[in-house]
């Protein structure tokens, strides 16, 4: 059993910025990529980034290029999303998640019960 804990939303202001953080426990961290998603009122989960098992791979969605950062400290079990230039279009509930396998979105196995991002205009 794998469990995250997110934290670090909050409320800000357009333009200002937040850095998530996702603390795992239960299995090898450092083995397996990590991710993180969102879920806007009324709209469907999307992927927002994701970082290989040793952190030398990064991924994200064309939206948050440039402005977000995933990273990981697998000393600490640790994975971080560092959200700069914040969008009101940004506002959502993160959510951490671990993978069993790859990158792939349907391997994310393992979900944290999410931390509330609100972006102000």
């Known amino acids: 059993q794998v469990q995250l804990v997110e934290s670090g939303g909050g409320l800000v202001q357009a333009g200002g910025s937040l850095r998530l953080s996702c603390a795992a426990s239960?299995?090898?961290?450092?083995?397996?990529?990590m991710g993180w998603f969102r879920q806007a009122p009324g709209k469907e989960r999307e992927f927002v980034a994701a970082?290989?098992?040793?952190?030398?791979?990064?991924y994200y969605v064309d939206s948050v290029k440039g402005r977000f950062t995933i990273s990981r400290d697998n000393a600490k079990n640790t994975v971080y999303l560092q959200m700069n230039s914040l969008k009101p279009e940004d506002t959502a509930v993160y959510y951490c998640?671990?993978?069993?396998?790859?990158?792939?979105?349907?391997?994310?196995?393992?979900w944290g019960q999410g931390t509330q991002v609100t972006v102000s205009s």
């Open positions: 998640a671990a993978s069993i396998a790859t990158m792939r979105e349907p391997d994310f196995y393992y």
């Open positions: 239960g299995r090898t961290f450092s083995s397996y990529p």
């Open positions: 970082i290989n098992y040793s952190g030398g791979s990064t």
